[in-house]
């Protein structure tokens, strides 16, 4: 049994900087690669950002040199963040994650409900 929460998200200006994070909490043995999507009003969900368990990344070409993921392993948790913010990075922002946990013991892919993140003047 794992859950993952999103935090951080809200109103930000156009050119501002905001930090989002994702704590996976639960029977976890390990966990794998973390990841951040994003979907907007009316569109499809898409990938952000990725991190692997050995920290390796790749990133959307929406949002390469701009987004910065990373992850603190001690605390099970993902961060995002996003600097130099557009109107076009409004949407809600999903935390994933490939987890191996106890109950069962088996590798899954888990979502987080996701947080709203508003760019406008």
């Known amino acids: 049994q794992v859950q993952l929460v999103e935090s951080g998200g809200g109103l930000v200006q156009p050119g501002g900087s905001l930090r989002l994070s994702c704590a996976a909490s639960?029977?976890?043995?390990?966990?794998?690669?973390m990841a951040w999507y994003r979907q907007a009003p009316g569109k499809q969900r898409d990938l952000v950002a990725t991190?692997?368990?050995?920290?390796?990344?790749t990133y959307a070409d929406t949002v390469k040199g701009r987004f910065t993921i990373s992850r603190d392993y001690a605390k099970n948790t993902v961060y995002l963040e996003m600097n130099s913010l557009k109107p076009e990075d409004t949407a809600i922002y999903y935390c994933?994650?490939?987890?191996?946990?106890?109950?069962?013991?088996?590798?899954?892919?888990?979502w987080g409900p996701g947080t709203l993140v508003t760019v406008s003047s």
């Open positions: 639960g029977s976890i043995v390990s966990i794998y690669t």
């Open positions: 994933n994650a490939d987890v191996q946990s106890t109950l069962p013991y088996n590798l899954m892919n888990y």
């Open positions: 991190i692997t368990r050995g920290g390796r990344t």
